[in-house]
């Protein structure tokens, strides 16, 4: 890692140098030489000018790589100074998936324009009308079909005529007349068939697929699941549409991965979720925050309810207050850990919702020992910090009983949620310490008047 | 997902009635029509002495089949009752690298005599040395390695020839004499290439490979920076060792995202990593989440003794107690969000350590518009309330000035930590909220000491 990063670091470096001699040709050759992906990010940390300059001197296949490993916002920045007619031989250029995408960011006039400038189109436009979170969104329709009596040297052949860029190039997938999904041969079938070998007697009939519509996540975890580089999408009819790769995959991982930790820490990711940080605006970040600050502010005025009710308690006995953190500090980290925990076990799919008894069974126990352990440190603890015993038996006691109570509740909340198809991590730490904070203070305070002979 | 679980629960059905009519052979021929990958979820959801008796009746390539989808303790558990001999013949059958995996977690007296009756004990003995965390301990060495000279022809001849159960049939790697990797030539060149063709002239030389130690972390990144199905693996010598495939990239990529939901609730992960959520023993749960809420619990202790200190203040306007809560409340959920963005930010490598002043830039105006929307909604909520203007006063300015605090802190202690080299998601949500609380306090009694006249 450091040493890509030094590497980036000394190739933007040579880039400055050559560009500010006026070496274009020279800054240009240190850009291509590179990966897309290194492309990309050295294009990122370059001045404004710098950038504009060399983008307008890459050649059309160059800038359709450098467009497929641009963010989104990035790519409609660089694309702004592209003339139409050299947009469109870009995108003829780009896989059609990521066309696609490109498309989907533009305004729809100019989308029109672009579009009757391209040779392709009939590669783009039936990717146009999917939502980017379905399997339709994903798909690229660079994939090659063939009939079932096609032989493999018929195949070997046809391979060799289309262009070799085809994004999907391992595999065949085999149709019927009406172009439904019949069976797939993977290459290396292909290659050890005799000449004279029909694609129906080499395939694979029992062929793992998607329907068009399926959600994302759902496509993630089928190609997790089976192990699978792509997938082929089907239409509802089971016509094939086109082919998923392993590089989506990775990306709609990730972008659950992001969703589920700022989830978990309070943010409602809806307008942040595929924006890379910097590209995220402050207004926006503020308004994703917002709300749920907004939500757990009022959920927990709650508690300033719940002390209002504990006014004369607290008044006879002050140092009640000193322990109002403590106690529910800890119970807000004990929920935290086991919703971290049964998120988790929910998003893997190791828990359904009808576990959620055996689940609830498990965190009970796992919360009375957690709960004995801090209960016996915090007895200890307040006794040394001089408090008397009933005191000290008090607080120890409501860790003890706060901490189970506080992760049998975690534990069932997400399931609960899941079980209603709302998404579990929701239900994120910081809500889940906001609720545990009211409900710990009147455990505390009844037990206290339980204990205590002033508040007797 | 529910058609899935709906079919996974109708074949459980199917197979329970077959096996409680004694017709075993179609029980297990309902078990083998499944992928291995549903035959797993069914395995784990029978009965034991059901599963002992289908495990039993397996032939050794189902038997291998099945194992390699399993978890490491249900394969430990499942190969128990195994013959050495037998145990041998299925290792032998097995993918090398999951073949490792397995000897990896067997005692060493019974991996030598398992491997003394291996045949193909070469493949996997290299691979019992590295690390499971390494690219050494995901690689395969089943890979196809030819040497320069070779024309197409005879590489097609050697396909041929080699068992098709290779994991990695879609590149073949180009070595020296030495057995360094020199290039890689992709199946579908090597189809379209003319028969005397030598990989030499068909191969690409600039082959992206990570070395043998490796972190898995590490080969994540590169594998999804570059959109790799596949990245070969080689010695400090550049010598080719093995093969990673996308399958294990999904399994690293779960498991980071896994450790850092962990993580980010307050759990230390290290004995529970890998485990998925039913094996994982109580005893090792409450270790790993005691560790933290321990160091959460002293930590907490800290505003104990903050607000000892303002007992007078405290005896004196016995409201500001009821506001505690909500203050050091909102100020650490203030804090998680900017922990949970910031920590995603950098495992995503959009935030490197030398950014920490943008970060810090761009966090503290977010914290200020926060702190300034929920100051106001505070001092509005606290008068209808009913506190006086001056109490309403010092809680809303109270609320600005933590949020403000809780979202710079936050963002500059996960950059830090990464900058030393410690995971930053140690820098919980948990932790960031506990260490909050008691600054977040001195804060509210020196800003209420500052505005309410009862305290002058």
């Known amino acids: 890692m450091t040493d890509q990063s030094d590497f980036l670091e000394v190739t933007l470096d040579r880039i400055h140098s050559a560009l500010a001699s006026e070496r274009l040709s020279d800054a240009l050759s240190i850009l291509l030489d590179l990966h897309p992906a290194d492309q990309a990010e050295i294009f990122n940390l370059l001045e404004e000018a710098e950038r504009d300059l060399l983008f307008s001197h890459l050649d059309i296949p160059a800038t359709a790589d450098l467009l497929e490993e641009l963010e989104d916002e990035e790519v409609l920045e660089a694309v702004e100074s592209l003339p139409t007619d050299r947009l469109a031989d870009v995108l003829d250029e780009m896989e059609p998936d990521e066309a696609a995408d490109l498309l989907g960011d533009l305004p729809s006039t100019q989308v029109t324009e ?117 997938v082929p999408v089907v239409s509802d009819q089971h016509r094939m549409l086109g082919v998923i790769t392993h590089d989506d995959l990775v990306d709609v991982l990730e972008e659950e991965a992001t969703e589920d930790i700022l989830r978990l820490g309070g943010i409602e990711t809806g307008p942040l979720i595929d924006k890379p940080y910097w590209s995220q605006r402050i207004y926006d970040i503020v308004r994703s925050r917002f709300v749920w600050l907004l939500i757990l502010f009022v959920a927990e005025t709650f508690t300033g309810t719940v002390l209002r009710h504990y006014e004369s308690e607290l008044q006879t006995v002050v140092a009640l207050s000193f322990f109002i953190p403590l106690l529910i500090g800890t119970g807000g980290n004990a929920g935290s850990q086991t919703v971290a925990t049964v998120i988790r076990a929910l998003a893997l799919r190791e828990v359904r919702s009808k576990d959620f008894l055996r689940v609830w069974w498990r965190e009970v126990r796992v919360g009375i020992l957690l709960g004995g352990l801090i209960g016996i440190t915090g007895y200890f603890r307040s006794m040394l910090w001089g408090v008397d015993s009933q005191m000290a038996f008090t607080v120890g006691l409501t860790l003890a009983v706060v901490c189970t109570w506080a992760t049998s509740v975690a534990s069932l909340v997400p399931i609960a949620a899941h079980a209603i198809r709302i998404d579990p991590t929701i239900i994120s730490g910081p809500l889940m310490t906001t609720l545990i904070d009211g409900t710990g203070l009147i455990l505390y305070f009844s037990l206290a008047a339980f204990v205590l002979p002033q508040l007797k």
Chains 1, 2 share one sequence.
């Open 114 to 230: 672009v579009l009757a400038q391209m040779e392709d189109r009939d590669e783009v436009l039936p990717l146009l009308g999917y939502p980017d979170e379905t399997a339709g969104g994903l798909m690229t329709t660079w994939y090659i079909a063939l009939r079932r009596q096609t032989t493999s040297t018929q195949a070997i052949d046809f391979l060799r005529q289309v262009s070799p860029e085809t994004e999907v190039p391992y595999y065949l997938y085999v149709v019927d007349r009406e172009k439904r999904l019949i069976g797939v041969v993977g290459l290396r079938e292909l290659i050890v068939a005799s000449p004279e070998t029909t694609m129906e007697s080499i395939m694979d009939p029992d062929v793992i697929h998607v329907t068009v519509g399926t959600d994302q996540e759902e496509v993630a975890r089928i190609m997790a699941r089976y192990d699978l580089a792509n």
